[in-house]
């Protein structure tokens, strides 16, 4: 394996002073060193160790790209080019210098090896991770682009507070990277760079790999053992040749329980002709028992989420947080499935429990009703999605939905869906409500009080800020009007049906008019 000057001349400072050369390269050209005889040839990317004779460049110049060691006291000596010149104390043995620099290339080539035979055998990436160690001595790690772990090496070493598996470190340290624009202006780079500790708490460097031209995953060094240097960035570059081929031929971890039950759920909610009973059977392998009530959410993620790709760390977060739950990606929003006999717990408790990060990730929550059984999974997402848009549409300041608060209005949208409202509503308040345009009257107002307040007309007198006396005769015109006495307990619940059809209708009446 051929290595940098910059990695091979950090290395021996750590062991000698010695004066560097002016220019360094953390290209990996450089072959391993020999002693210079006189009259030989200097050729690029050679090392030189200078022992008794040193080279004449008086008529053949000296290849920029070459490394010489000389020591002091060597006549002639400042002759020499001083850009690939590094001069070593007079004390410091040549053979030894020799050595060292030979057991940095067995070491490495040691590393080059082993990196080759877990790739011939199909090893994993966290064994490609462990042999790396030894050369860079800090932390590693592989995320996807969304900030879940792929593999790790040596993370422990963070401290449970910082370790980036943690899912809520995890999740605390996305919603800081997304907002972050030096962040967002590395995500395709192709080359090494480092990222400052303002945000992780850790200087690290970072790769990004690619997958159909696009960055898909990163491979992190984090500085923790030892203090970053500028050769580390070159080993990355090799190290990251075969992590790219171990990713890209899928040579990872194979699907745990969680994921299993992940493709039951996605399966369920994408094939509407799917068997129930074989999904029943599927999902009482997994723990998942018919007898046992379920929970559906839906998280509807941000733009910020879709374009830093942070759903899968949501997902684990959620699943983290949440014991018997499943989370998984769903037509841009994620999903969520609770079994509530597993998590031992409520709603509420849930909700308590997600509460402060729906509101740190910029996320909405949406909560369907709790159903003993599988067979009303589908429709239990179904009542999560009806929550999320008539939440959003009636309360966009709340950060939590749940289909209970929005049943009635989800009634009436899904009735004036065909049929407007105005040809569903009870036929005679369509009169009363002509008969207020006409006449500037406000029986439908009085009407609509009289019947909220349960009948009660000293209470409706009193909100329509009108007296009883007049209120009681707005009341015996609406009765001739719609020639009823307002007693019959289906006509009633009828005409509340309408005033709750009609404001339905309405939205859409405009919208046909613009």
């Known amino acids: 394996m051929k290595l940098s000057t910059t990695y091979l001349l950090d290395t021996l400072n750590d062991c000698y002073n010695f004066t560097k050369c002016k220019k360094t390269s953390d290209i990996f050209c450089m072959e391993r060193p020999v002693f210079y005889l006189s009259g030989m040839k ?36 400042e002759k020499l080019p001083s850009d690939c010149l590094c001069v070593f104390s007079a004390d410091l043995s040549p053979f030894v210098l020799f050595q060292q620099i030979q057991e940095l290339f067995n070491r490495c080539d040691a ?33 996807n682009l969304d900030f879940t772990v792929v593999s790790s090496c040596h993370m422990e070493e963070l401290g449970e507070d ?17 907002q972050d624009p030096i962040y967002n202006r590395v995500r395709e780079l192709d080359d090494v760079f480092s990222f400052p500790d303002y945000l992780t708490g850790f200087r690290s460097l970072n ?31 090799h190290l990251g040749t075969y992590v790219e081929y171990a990713l890209l031929h899928n040579l990872m971890q194979r699907p745990s329980k969680d994921k299993t039950l992940n493709s039951i759920l ?5 094939n509407r002709s799917a068997d129930y009973m074989s999904i029943s059977r599927q999902l009482t392998s997994c723990g998942w028992a018919p007898e046992h009530s379920y929970l559906c959410m839906m998280l509807a993620v941000t733009y910020l989420d879709q374009q830093n790709l942070t759903e899968n ?27 509530m006999d597993l998590f031992g717990g409520s709603t509420e408790d849930i909700t308590e429990k997600l509460i402060y990060f729906i509101r740190d990730s910029f996320l909405k929550l949406s909560l369907s009703y709790t159903v003993t059984g599988h067979m009303y ?23 939590i939905h749940a289909f209970r608060d929005f049943a009635l209005p989800y009634i009436f ?14 036929e005679k308040l369509l009169l009363l409500q002509a008969h207020d345009k006409e006449q500037g009257t406000e029986y439908m107002r009085t009407l609509e009080v009289y019947l909220k307040n349960h009948l009660n007309a000293v209470q409706s007198a009193r909100e329509l800020y009108i007296h009883r006396s007049t209120f009681l005769y707005r009341l015996e015109r609406i009765r001739a009007l719609l020639d009823s006495d307002l007693t019959d307990y289906d006509e009633l619940l009828y005409l509340m049906i309408s005033f709750y059809l009609l404001k339905e209708d309405q939205p859409k009446r405009q919208d046909d008019s613009q």
Request: hydrophobic share 40%; glycine share 6%; charged share 20%.
């Open 207 to 237: 790769l990004n790999i690619k997958k159909f031209g696009h960055t898909a995953f990163r491979i992190t060094l984090v500085e923790c053992g030892r203090p970053l240097k500028s050769g580390d960035a070159g080993f990355l570059k």
């Open 162 to 178: 910082e370790d980036f598996r943690s899912p809520a470190r995890n999740m605390d340290l996305i919603n800081s990277m997304k």
């Open 111 to 143: 590393w080059e090896e082993n990196l080759h035979q877990i790739q011939m055998k199909e090893g994993s990436i966290s064994q490609m991770l462990e042999a790396s160690y030894a050369i860079f001595q800090n932390p590693i790690l592989v995320q």
């Open 413 to 426: 949208s899904q009735a004036v869906r065909q049929i407007p409202g105005s040809m569903l509503c009870h």
């Open 313 to 339: 760390a949501i997902c684990d977060y959620v699943e983290n947080v949440i014991h018997g739950s499943c989370a998984f990606s769903f037509r841009e929003n994620i999903v969520i499935y609770v079994d």
């Open 266 to 270: 996605l399966n369920l909610l994408s």
């Open 42 to 77: 200097i050729e690029r990317c050679k090392i030189y160790i200078l022992y008794e004779d040193l080279p004449d460049f008086s008529e053949t110049p000296c290849p920029p790209d070459c490394l010489l060691l000389g020591f002091k006291g060597q006549p002639a000596l």
């Open 377 to 399: 999974l589908r429709k239990q997402y179904l009542q999560a999605l009806a929550a999320h848009e008539l939440g959003n549409a009636q309360k966009p300041y709340l950060w």
